[in-house]
């Protein structure tokens, strides 16, 4: 019984302090100016790139992929429904995964369509000459996710 009562408070644990946890940290983007910039040499290779912007204390996490199209799209690294777990997505193989209710998106797909209330929240981005641009206070506005 005390042996039962202990997994139960362990479990407890866990799970009460995986909510209030930082979001992981990636590579840290900032800006001195309105806009962040990361090279399109660095992002427009087919892969997922995860980013971190830092704001107020707070990690806003981001990714860049290239869609089956061939065009970058940006996301945050967090999605409609699961965004308070802080527990971001992970790549496996072609697809991009979500940590907290492992709902899968193919990373070739152009659009993700939103599966019940787990979507990768789109961010809007351009292109400037040989940069990928995303407006600082867009990210900035997107901590309330984080």
């Given at each position: 019984m005390i042996l039962r009562a202990r997994c139960?408070?362990?479990?407890?644990a866990i799970l009460v302090g995986g909510c209030d946890r930082l979001p992981p940290e990636h590579?840290?983007?900032d800006s001195g100016t309105q806009q962040v910039r990361i090279a399109l040499s660095e992002v427009a290779d087919g892969e997922v790139h995860f980013y971190t912007y830092?704001?107020?204390?707070?990690?806003?996490?981001?990714?860049?992929?290239t869609d089956g199209a061939g065009r970058l799209q940006v996301h945050l690294d967090a999605c409609y429904g699961c965004y308070r777990y802080r527990r971001g997505f992970f790549v496996e193989g072609t697809e991009l995964?979500?940590?907290?209710?492992?709902?899968?998106y193919a990373?070739?797909?152009e659009v993700w369509d939103y599966i019940g209330a787990c979507a990768p929240i789109p961010m809007h981005s351009a292109l400037d000459g040989d940069d990928l641009i995303i407006d600082r206070k867009r990210l900035e506005r997107a901590a309330q996710y984080f």
């Open positions: 139960v408070l362990a479990v407890a590579e840290i983007v830092r704001h107020r204390g707070k990690r806003v996490n981001f990714l860049v992929r995964v979500c940590r907290a209710c492992r709902f899968r990373v070739e797909d």
